[in-house]
């Protein structure tokens, strides 16, 4: 697929904003903080309701304005020589439930659109997920998971929700056993049972993820890096027993699978009830595990280097790109996502930028931004924008 128009209204910089753009690569050149980062934040949102830079919306919008649209013509080619157009457009609204709209139709739910677009970005920020702490890399899994997956999101959101409702009331019962009141155990037993049931969900539906994208990022890593290291990823469950008796090779909608996580987080919540209660916070679950990352089998964080993390980084989007571009559980043969890669041309050594050009060169679509043009290497040369003060315009 590949996004042939985006428009934007108060979005980030931008009053207004069109872009046009062809499948192939793009590159967006300008100056620092002209705009560029903007533009490509935009798609992504399209295609994951999320920013990458931010954690929540309001810095999307406009300073002054009370919402933004974001718009994407997304044209995707099912059937060979038939493609079909559709217009994606998510409104933001600063603390409201984001509306969207496909084709002009009414209104729907943002979370609704979720699919239409698949995109893949890397960016600066993603040395995070290398270096910073495990609640990033869930996230990355999850996200990747919501796309690959719509309906996930309702799981992981749900899951949140029950995360922080169950926490709260550890705390009051907590609380409650301080001052040697009874606390209310019947309605932390019906949390329990709704933790688990998500929490089982999610745990199966990521380590299904992991167990795709594992060889991919092995893949990727020795070709960016040309060889040298040995970069592999493994999914850390705070249940680890119960994971160890599942079955070898559960897959992602194995309910027998499911069914014995959520047994044994139940049983594992039993028993770790009074501890709960004591410290107020919920110690098993998927909000406790982690993807581990290693390099020649050390921990990526603490030993990788700069650039051996940032490559580690590099390698964990081109997987997830890979695996998108296998269309998940549908298979549809024209879901390769629009790849993006913010700013990562300057950080890359001449080796590494070279390898990552080719292994980027023949995707559907590729944008690519720069702050000079002589960033971009040569076998990525293909139609330019220019971004300048607002003013986005294609280089003829
Ligand atoms: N909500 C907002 N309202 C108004 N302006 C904003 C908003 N959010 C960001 N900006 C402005 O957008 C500009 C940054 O744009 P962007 O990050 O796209 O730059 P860039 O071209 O990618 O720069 P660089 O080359 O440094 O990465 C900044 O000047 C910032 O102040
Ligand atoms: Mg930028």
Not at 75 to 88: M, T
Not at 173 to 198: E, F, N
Not at 211 to 232: F, K, T
Not at 311 to 316: D, E, N, P, T, V
Request: hydrophobic share 45%; charged share 25%; glycine share 8%.
């Amino acid at each position: 697929m590949y996004v042939a128009h985006l428009h934007l209204t108060d979005f980030r910089s931008y009053p207004h904003a069109e872009l046009e753009l062809e499948p192939g690569i793009t590159a967006l050149v300008g100056p620092n903080g002209q705009g560029k980062t903007n533009l490509v934040e935009a798609i992504g949102y399209v295609a994951t309701l999320s920013s990458h830079r931010v954690p929540t919306d309001a810095a999307l919008i406009r300073a002054g304005c009370q919402r933004a649209v974001v718009g994407a013509k997304v044209v995707r080619e099912l059937e060979p020589g038939r493609p079909r157009a559709s217009v994606v457009e998510v409104e933001i609204t600063a603390g409201k439930a984001n509306r969207a709209r496909v084709n002009g139709g009414s209104p729907v739910r943002a979370r609704d659109v979720l699919g239409l677009l698949h995109t893949v970005l890397f960016a600066p920020e993603d040395l995070a997920l290398v270096k910073g702490d495990p609640d990033g890399r869930r996230r990355f899994l999850d996200a990747l998971l919501v796309q690959l997956t719509p309906r996930m999101a309702s799981t992981v959101s749900d899951y949140e929700r029950v995360l922080r409702q169950r926490s709260a009331l550890l705390k009051s019962a907590g609380a409650a056993s301080r001052a040697r009141q009874g606390a209310d155990l019947r309605t932390l037993d019906v949390w329990d049972g709704k933790l688990a049931q998500l929490g089982a969900r999610l745990v199966v539906e990521r380590r299904a993820l992991v167990r795709a994208l594992s060889p991919h990022v092995e893949a990727a890593y020795e070709q960016v890096s040309a060889g040298q290291g040995d970069a592999r990823i493994t999914y850390r469950a705070s249940l680890e027993g119960a994971l160890q008796d599942a079955p070898d090779g559960l897959m992602a909608d194995d309910e027998a699978g499911v069914d014995l996580v959520e047994a044994q987080l139940l049983e594992a919540m039993g028993r770790l009830r009074p501890k709960e209660i004591e410290r107020g916070v919920c110690l098993v679950g998927p909000h406790r595990d982690d993807l581990v990352l290693t390099l020649a089998d050390l921990p990526a964080k603490g030993y990788a280097s700069h650039g051996e993390s940032w490559s580690f980084a590099l390698a964990l989007r081109l997987a997830s790109w890979r695996v998108l571009a296998a269309g998940g559980p549908q298979g549809d043969p024209d879901d390769e996502p629009v790849l993006i890669l913010d700013d990562v041309f300057a950080e890359l050594d001449a080796r590494r930028r070279e390898r990552l050009a080719e292994l980027v060169a023949p995707a559907r679509q590729v944008l690519i931004t720069a702050a000079v043009a002589a960033d971009v290497p040569e076998p990525l040369a293909g139609a330019r924008v220019d971004v300048m003060g607002g003013e986005v315009s294609r280089v003829l």
